[in-house]
Protein backbone atom coordinates (compact mmCIF):
# COMPACT_ATOMS: atom_id res chain seq x y z
CA UNK A 1 0.00 0.00 0.00
CA UNK A 2 0.98 3.58 -1.15
CA UNK A 3 -0.02 6.69 0.98
CA UNK A 4 0.61 10.25 -0.55
CA UNK A 5 -0.29 13.15 1.69
CA UNK A 6 -0.98 16.60 0.17
CA UNK A 7 -0.99 19.90 1.38
CA UNK A 8 -0.51 23.38 0.04
CA UNK A 9 3.08 24.09 2.43
CA UNK A 10 4.56 22.65 5.12
CA UNK A 11 2.59 24.31 7.88
CA UNK A 12 0.39 21.90 8.87
CA UNK A 13 2.74 18.69 8.50
CA UNK A 14 1.79 17.53 12.17
CA UNK A 15 -1.56 17.01 10.87
CA UNK A 16 0.28 14.05 8.90
CA UNK A 17 3.14 13.65 11.35
CA UNK A 18 0.61 12.29 14.66
CA UNK A 19 -0.57 9.57 11.79
CA UNK A 20 2.71 8.44 11.67
CA UNK A 21 3.10 6.21 14.88
CA UNK A 22 -0.08 3.77 13.94
CA UNK A 23 0.09 4.02 10.18
CA UNK A 24 3.67 1.94 11.45
CA UNK A 25 1.67 -0.15 13.50
CA UNK A 26 -1.65 -1.18 11.24
CA UNK A 27 0.44 -0.87 7.93
CA UNK A 28 4.19 -1.79 8.54
CA UNK A 29 4.20 -2.40 4.99
CA UNK A 30 2.64 1.05 3.48
CA UNK A 31 5.23 3.30 1.98
CA UNK A 32 3.99 6.88 2.70
CA UNK A 33 4.81 10.67 1.30
CA UNK A 34 3.82 14.04 1.18
CA UNK A 35 4.17 16.41 -1.48
CA UNK A 36 3.02 20.06 -1.19
CA UNK A 37 3.10 23.25 -3.86
CA UNK A 38 4.90 25.64 -0.81
CA UNK A 39 7.46 27.14 -3.49
CA UNK A 40 4.38 28.51 -5.98
CA UNK A 41 3.79 30.68 -2.88
CA UNK A 42 7.15 31.49 -1.68
CA UNK A 43 11.12 29.96 -1.96
CA UNK A 44 11.67 26.85 -0.28
CA UNK A 45 14.65 26.45 1.98
CA UNK A 46 14.85 22.72 0.79
CA UNK A 47 12.51 21.06 -1.81
CA UNK A 48 12.62 17.77 0.06
CA UNK A 49 12.51 17.68 3.69
CA UNK A 50 12.57 14.97 6.21
CA UNK A 51 9.89 14.17 8.90
CA UNK A 52 8.51 11.59 11.21
CA UNK A 53 8.61 8.09 9.12
CA UNK A 54 7.94 10.14 5.65
CA UNK A 55 9.82 12.21 3.31
CA UNK A 56 8.24 15.33 1.57
CA UNK A 57 8.24 16.58 -1.87
CA UNK A 58 7.55 20.22 -3.13
CA UNK A 59 6.34 20.26 -6.61
CA UNK A 60 9.35 21.67 -8.12
CA UNK A 61 10.99 18.43 -7.49
CA UNK A 62 9.15 17.27 -10.05
CA UNK A 63 9.40 19.73 -12.32
CA UNK A 64 6.26 20.72 -13.32
CA UNK A 65 3.36 22.54 -12.36
CA UNK A 66 0.83 19.87 -13.41
CA UNK A 67 -0.88 18.14 -9.86
CA UNK A 68 -2.01 15.01 -12.69
CA UNK A 69 1.82 14.98 -13.79
CA UNK A 70 2.46 14.04 -9.67
CA UNK A 71 0.07 11.77 -9.33
CA UNK A 72 0.70 9.69 -12.37
CA UNK A 73 4.14 10.00 -11.13
CA UNK A 74 3.62 8.46 -7.96
CA UNK A 75 0.48 6.07 -8.49
CA UNK A 76 -0.35 5.95 -4.43
CA UNK A 77 -3.30 3.81 -3.79
CA UNK A 78 -4.56 6.76 -1.76
CA UNK A 79 -4.43 10.52 -1.43
CA UNK A 80 -5.15 12.32 1.88
CA UNK A 81 -5.31 15.64 1.70
CA UNK A 82 -6.08 18.71 4.60
CA UNK A 83 -8.59 20.34 2.32
CA UNK A 84 -11.86 19.97 0.34
CA UNK A 85 -13.07 23.08 -1.12
CA UNK A 86 -10.24 24.96 -3.55
CA UNK A 87 -9.86 24.67 -7.05
CA UNK A 88 -6.78 22.90 -6.37
CA UNK A 89 -9.58 20.69 -4.42
CA UNK A 90 -11.33 19.38 -6.58
CA UNK A 91 -8.71 19.02 -9.62
CA UNK A 92 -7.21 16.88 -7.37
CA UNK A 93 -10.45 14.69 -6.91
CA UNK A 94 -10.66 14.69 -10.08
CA UNK A 95 -7.51 13.57 -11.36
CA UNK A 96 -7.45 10.40 -8.78
CA UNK A 97 -10.79 9.37 -9.98
CA UNK A 98 -8.83 8.99 -13.10
CA UNK A 99 -5.99 7.48 -12.18
CA UNK A 100 -7.65 5.46 -10.12
CA UNK A 101 -6.33 6.85 -6.71
CA UNK A 102 -8.85 6.77 -3.81
CA UNK A 103 -9.31 10.24 -1.74
CA UNK A 104 -9.63 10.83 1.70
CA UNK A 105 -10.04 14.13 3.07
CA UNK A 106 -8.86 14.29 6.46
CA UNK A 107 -10.30 17.39 8.61
CA UNK A 108 -7.82 19.59 10.11
CA UNK A 109 -9.91 21.89 12.89
CA UNK A 110 -13.58 22.64 13.91
CA UNK A 111 -15.73 24.13 11.06
CA UNK A 112 -16.63 27.76 10.88
CA UNK A 113 -20.36 28.37 10.79
CA UNK A 114 -21.81 31.18 9.17
CA UNK A 115 -18.74 32.50 7.49
CA UNK A 116 -20.52 33.39 4.15
CA UNK A 117 -21.46 36.75 5.07
CA UNK A 118 -18.13 38.12 6.54
CA UNK A 119 -15.60 36.17 5.29
CA UNK A 120 -17.23 36.65 1.39
CA UNK A 121 -17.27 40.53 1.71
CA UNK A 122 -13.54 40.39 3.30
CA UNK A 123 -12.57 38.46 0.41
CA UNK A 124 -14.62 40.24 -2.15
CA UNK A 125 -13.05 43.22 -0.88
CA UNK A 126 -9.79 42.38 -0.97
CA UNK A 127 -9.76 41.22 -4.20
CA UNK A 128 -11.06 44.62 -5.71
CA UNK A 129 -8.09 46.80 -4.00
CA UNK A 130 -5.53 44.18 -4.79
CA UNK A 131 -6.33 42.38 -7.91
CA UNK A 132 -3.25 42.88 -10.16
CA UNK A 133 -1.57 41.27 -6.95
CA UNK A 134 -3.49 38.08 -6.94
CA UNK A 135 -2.69 37.29 -10.66
CA UNK A 136 0.51 35.35 -8.95
CA UNK A 137 2.09 32.18 -9.80
CA UNK A 138 0.06 29.86 -7.33
CA UNK A 139 -2.71 31.51 -8.67
CA UNK A 140 -2.08 30.76 -12.02
CA UNK A 141 -0.89 27.36 -11.74
CA UNK A 142 -4.45 26.44 -9.81
CA UNK A 143 -6.43 27.59 -12.98
CA UNK A 144 -4.42 25.60 -15.00
CA UNK A 145 -4.82 22.62 -13.24
CA UNK A 146 -8.29 23.19 -12.49
CA UNK A 147 -8.60 23.91 -16.45
CA UNK A 148 -7.01 20.35 -17.26
CA UNK A 149 -9.84 18.53 -15.03
CA UNK A 150 -12.08 20.23 -16.47
CA UNK A 151 -10.81 19.18 -19.81
CA UNK A 152 -10.37 15.52 -18.67
CA UNK A 153 -14.27 15.42 -17.54
CA UNK A 154 -15.17 17.15 -21.07
CA UNK A 155 -16.87 19.91 -19.22
CA UNK A 156 -14.51 22.88 -19.71
CA UNK A 157 -17.61 25.27 -19.20
CA UNK A 158 -17.10 24.30 -15.46
CA UNK A 159 -14.10 26.14 -15.49
CA UNK A 160 -15.79 29.47 -16.88
CA UNK A 161 -18.64 28.90 -14.61
CA UNK A 162 -16.64 28.49 -11.28
CA UNK A 163 -14.21 31.35 -12.27
CA UNK A 164 -16.99 33.81 -12.85
CA UNK A 165 -18.57 32.42 -9.46
CA UNK A 166 -14.99 33.39 -8.18
CA UNK A 167 -14.90 36.79 -8.90
CA UNK A 168 -18.91 37.34 -7.87
CA UNK A 169 -18.37 35.45 -4.78
CA UNK A 170 -15.37 34.40 -3.53
CA UNK A 171 -16.32 32.44 -0.55
CA UNK A 172 -18.20 30.59 -2.62
CA UNK A 173 -14.68 28.80 -4.58
CA UNK A 174 -13.12 28.80 -1.43
CA UNK A 175 -14.33 27.58 2.58
CA UNK A 176 -17.92 28.12 1.92
CA UNK A 177 -17.98 26.15 -1.42
CA UNK A 178 -20.69 24.17 -2.49
CA UNK A 179 -20.54 20.62 -2.99
CA UNK A 180 -19.96 19.51 -6.74
CA UNK A 181 -18.91 15.62 -7.46
CA UNK A 182 -15.89 17.00 -8.01
CA UNK A 183 -15.53 17.63 -4.32
CA UNK A 184 -16.80 13.95 -3.68
CA UNK A 185 -13.86 12.61 -2.06
CA UNK A 186 -13.97 8.79 -1.04
CA UNK A 187 -13.97 9.04 2.51
CA UNK A 188 -14.17 12.08 4.21
CA UNK A 189 -13.55 12.81 8.20
CA UNK A 190 -14.04 15.57 10.47
CA UNK A 191 -13.40 16.09 13.93
CA UNK A 192 -17.15 16.91 14.70
CA UNK A 193 -20.98 16.14 14.34
CA UNK A 194 -21.34 19.89 14.22
CA UNK A 195 -18.76 19.48 11.11
CA UNK A 196 -20.77 16.37 9.83
CA UNK A 197 -24.64 18.80 10.06
CA UNK A 198 -22.41 21.89 8.32
CA UNK A 199 -20.89 19.86 5.42
CA UNK A 200 -24.41 18.13 4.69
CA UNK A 201 -26.82 21.73 5.67
CA UNK A 202 -24.44 24.35 4.91
CA UNK A 203 -22.49 23.16 1.74
CA UNK A 204 -25.02 20.66 0.37
CA UNK A 205 -22.82 17.35 1.16
CA UNK A 206 -24.70 14.27 0.56
CA UNK A 207 -24.90 11.85 3.71
CA UNK A 208 -22.36 9.45 2.65
CA UNK A 209 -19.24 8.62 3.39
CA UNK A 210 -18.69 10.99 6.34
CA UNK A 211 -17.17 9.99 9.42
CA UNK A 212 -17.01 12.03 13.28
CA UNK A 213 -13.98 10.62 13.96
CA UNK A 214 -13.02 13.24 16.72
CA UNK A 215 -10.40 15.73 17.11
CA UNK A 216 -6.85 13.92 17.07
CA UNK A 217 -5.58 16.86 18.57
CA UNK A 218 -6.94 16.01 21.91
CA UNK A 219 -5.79 12.01 22.14
CA UNK A 220 -2.18 13.66 23.17
CA UNK A 221 -3.59 15.54 26.11
CA UNK A 222 -6.23 12.56 27.29
CA UNK A 223 -3.70 10.13 27.16
CA UNK A 224 -1.06 11.92 28.98
CA UNK A 225 -1.71 10.81 32.82
CA UNK A 226 -2.00 13.05 35.48
CA UNK A 227 1.18 13.24 37.72
CA UNK A 228 1.05 14.46 41.81
CA UNK A 229 1.12 18.14 42.00
CA UNK A 230 4.33 18.16 44.02
CA UNK A 231 5.94 15.91 41.36
CA UNK A 232 4.65 18.19 38.56
CA UNK A 233 6.04 21.15 40.33
CA UNK A 234 9.03 19.91 41.26
CA UNK A 235 10.25 18.88 37.91
CA UNK A 236 9.08 22.09 35.79
CA UNK A 237 10.74 24.48 38.95
CA UNK A 238 7.43 25.99 39.68
CA UNK A 239 6.79 27.12 43.54
CA UNK A 240 4.52 24.98 45.28
CA UNK A 241 2.14 28.36 45.67
CA UNK A 242 -1.72 28.60 43.41
CA UNK A 243 -0.84 30.11 40.42
CA UNK A 244 -3.09 31.56 37.98
CA UNK A 245 -1.59 29.92 33.73
CA UNK A 246 -2.29 32.14 31.05
CA UNK A 247 -2.27 30.51 27.82
CA UNK A 248 -1.20 33.32 25.35
CA UNK A 249 -3.02 33.54 22.18
CA UNK A 250 0.42 34.54 19.98
CA UNK A 251 -1.51 38.20 19.24
CA UNK A 252 1.95 40.42 19.36
CA UNK A 253 3.66 37.60 16.27
CA UNK A 254 0.45 37.33 14.34
CA UNK A 255 0.36 41.28 14.47
CA UNK A 256 -2.77 41.87 15.58
CA UNK A 257 -1.72 43.38 18.92
CA UNK A 258 1.28 45.92 19.66
CA UNK A 259 4.37 43.81 21.64
CA UNK A 260 3.73 47.17 24.10
CA UNK A 261 -0.60 47.02 24.55
CA UNK A 262 0.03 43.43 26.00
CA UNK A 263 2.81 43.79 28.29
CA UNK A 264 0.94 46.65 29.99
CA UNK A 265 -2.08 44.15 30.11
CA UNK A 266 0.01 41.84 31.16
CA UNK A 267 1.58 44.30 33.61
CA UNK A 268 -2.19 44.58 35.05
CA UNK A 269 -3.17 40.95 35.44
CA UNK A 270 0.41 40.63 37.36
CA UNK A 271 -0.24 42.87 40.06
CA UNK A 272 -3.78 41.29 41.11
CA UNK A 273 -1.91 38.12 40.48
CA UNK A 274 0.69 39.59 43.30
CA UNK A 275 -1.57 40.83 45.50
CA UNK A 276 -3.42 37.74 45.63
CA UNK A 277 -0.50 35.90 46.56
CA UNK A 278 -0.39 34.04 43.16
CA UNK A 279 2.01 32.73 40.99
CA UNK A 280 1.75 34.51 37.42
CA UNK A 281 2.63 31.02 34.69
CA UNK A 282 2.55 31.57 30.86
CA UNK A 283 2.73 29.04 28.68
CA UNK A 284 3.50 30.65 25.45
CA UNK A 285 2.26 30.20 21.96
CA UNK A 286 4.53 28.31 19.62
CA UNK A 287 5.22 31.49 17.53
CA UNK A 288 6.22 33.28 20.44
CA UNK A 289 9.87 33.55 20.69
CA UNK A 290 10.55 33.20 24.58
CA UNK A 291 13.87 35.89 23.85
CA UNK A 292 11.83 38.75 22.50
CA UNK A 293 9.76 38.71 26.09
CA UNK A 294 12.18 37.79 28.49
CA UNK A 295 13.35 40.84 30.16
CA UNK A 296 9.91 41.87 30.56
CA UNK A 297 8.53 38.43 32.03
CA UNK A 298 11.83 38.59 34.57
CA UNK A 299 10.20 42.30 35.66
CA UNK A 300 6.97 41.26 36.57
CA UNK A 301 7.95 37.42 37.71
CA UNK A 302 6.16 36.01 34.82
CA UNK A 303 7.31 32.71 34.80
CA UNK A 304 7.01 31.78 30.96
CA UNK A 305 6.57 28.18 29.65
CA UNK A 306 7.01 26.75 25.65
CA UNK A 307 5.72 23.84 23.48
CA UNK A 308 8.37 21.49 26.14
CA UNK A 309 6.03 21.65 29.14
CA UNK A 310 3.55 18.77 29.92
CA UNK A 311 0.30 20.83 29.07
CA UNK A 312 -1.98 18.95 30.52
CA UNK A 313 -0.54 18.71 33.94
CA UNK A 314 0.90 22.75 33.70
CA UNK A 315 -3.36 23.20 33.21
CA UNK A 316 -4.31 20.51 35.73
CA UNK A 317 -2.53 21.89 38.62
CA UNK A 318 -3.17 25.18 38.22
CA UNK A 319 -5.60 27.38 40.45
CA UNK A 320 -7.63 29.68 37.74
CA UNK A 321 -6.82 29.65 33.84
CA UNK A 322 -7.06 33.33 32.20
CA UNK A 323 -6.91 33.82 28.11
CA UNK A 324 -8.07 36.35 25.62
CA UNK A 325 -9.61 33.73 23.10
CA UNK A 326 -7.44 31.29 22.88
CA UNK A 327 -8.86 27.92 21.37
CA UNK A 328 -6.55 26.44 24.03
CA UNK A 329 -9.28 27.26 26.57
CA UNK A 330 -11.21 24.42 25.65
CA UNK A 331 -7.95 22.21 27.10
CA UNK A 332 -8.78 24.08 30.47
CA UNK A 333 -12.67 23.31 30.40
CA UNK A 334 -11.96 19.68 29.42
CA UNK A 335 -10.43 19.17 32.77
CA UNK A 336 -12.95 21.67 34.36
CA UNK A 337 -10.49 24.37 35.38
CA UNK A 338 -12.39 27.95 35.96
CA UNK A 339 -11.22 30.35 33.32
CA UNK A 340 -11.78 34.33 33.74
CA UNK A 341 -10.77 36.09 30.50
CA UNK A 342 -9.69 40.26 30.41
CA UNK A 343 -12.01 42.41 28.51
CA UNK A 344 -10.90 45.76 29.63
CA UNK A 345 -8.16 47.89 27.74
CA UNK A 346 -7.14 46.37 24.47
CA UNK A 347 -8.80 43.07 25.11
CA UNK A 348 -12.33 44.71 25.50
CA UNK A 349 -12.37 44.49 21.63
CA UNK A 350 -12.09 41.26 21.37
CA UNK A 351 -15.54 38.66 20.93
CA UNK A 352 -16.83 36.41 23.87
CA UNK A 353 -16.11 33.35 21.90
CA UNK A 354 -17.32 30.81 24.86
CA UNK A 355 -20.65 31.22 26.49
CA UNK A 356 -20.69 33.21 29.53
CA UNK A 357 -22.05 30.90 31.69
CA UNK A 358 -18.87 28.78 30.81
CA UNK A 359 -16.46 30.89 31.45
CA UNK A 360 -16.62 34.43 33.17
CA UNK A 361 -15.53 37.39 30.82
CA UNK A 362 -14.18 40.10 33.23
CA UNK A 363 -15.09 43.77 32.43
CA UNK A 364 -11.97 45.62 34.32
CA UNK A 365 -9.20 44.93 36.77
CA UNK A 366 -11.48 45.05 39.51
CA UNK A 367 -14.18 42.47 38.48
CA UNK A 368 -11.25 40.37 37.72
CA UNK A 369 -9.67 40.46 41.10
CA UNK A 370 -12.74 39.90 42.73
CA UNK A 371 -13.45 36.42 40.73
CA UNK A 372 -9.67 35.41 41.04
CA UNK A 373 -9.54 36.15 44.84
CA UNK A 374 -12.64 34.94 45.97
CA UNK A 375 -12.88 32.12 43.54
CA UNK A 376 -16.06 32.66 42.16
CA UNK A 377 -17.47 29.46 40.37
CA UNK A 378 -17.85 29.93 36.42
CA UNK A 379 -17.59 27.10 33.68
CA UNK A 380 -21.95 25.99 35.29
CA UNK A 381 -23.15 24.53 31.63
CA UNK A 382 -22.52 20.83 32.34
CA UNK A 383 -23.41 20.13 29.05
CA UNK A 384 -21.00 22.52 26.97
CA UNK A 385 -17.99 19.77 26.81
CA UNK A 386 -20.08 17.04 25.79
CA UNK A 387 -22.05 19.23 22.82
CA UNK A 388 -18.63 20.64 21.58
CA UNK A 389 -15.59 18.88 21.81
CA UNK A 390 -17.08 15.01 20.54
CA UNK A 391 -15.53 11.77 21.23
CA UNK A 392 -12.88 12.15 23.84
CA UNK A 393 -11.87 8.12 23.97
CA UNK A 394 -8.01 8.72 23.41
CA UNK A 395 -8.47 6.33 20.16
CA UNK A 396 -8.89 9.35 17.25
CA UNK A 397 -6.23 8.38 15.36
CA UNK A 398 -6.22 4.83 15.19
CA UNK A 399 -9.45 5.15 13.95
CA UNK A 400 -9.18 7.73 11.47
CA UNK A 401 -5.89 4.79 10.16
CA UNK A 402 -8.16 2.21 10.31
CA UNK A 403 -11.07 4.42 8.02
CA UNK A 404 -8.55 4.90 5.30
CA UNK A 405 -6.89 1.38 5.38
CA UNK A 406 -10.34 -0.10 5.09
CA UNK A 407 -11.61 2.02 1.77
CA UNK A 408 -8.55 0.23 -0.11
CA UNK A 409 -10.55 -3.29 0.77
Given amino acids: MKILFFDYWLKGIANFNRLMPELRRQCPEAEVKMFHVGSWKEPQ?????????????????????????????????????????????????VFCRKLGIKTVYLAHGKFLKNIDESLGSFIKQDLRKNFRSKIRRDTINML?????????EHKPMRFVKDLIAMVKDPSSMTLNSTYTDELDADLKLVYYESDKQLLIEQRKFPDKNIYVVGNPELDTFINTPLMERSEFLRQVGLPDVPYLLYLDDGYVQARLLDKEEWHTHLSEIAGIVKKANMQFVIKLHPRTPLAEHARFFSKEHIIPFGREVDFKNLIAHSETVTSFVSTTISYALLLQKRVIS??????????????????????????????????????????????????????????IVTLIKEILK
Fill in 45 to 93: ESVVNEHDGFTSYDISYYKTWSLFKVLKRERPDVLVMLNLCFLNDKALI
Fill in 144 to 152: RNYFHATLL
Fill in 342 to 399: PRWGVSAQYIHNYPDDVIHYSPDAEDFAEWLVNKRPCNTSISYVANNFGILDGQTIPR
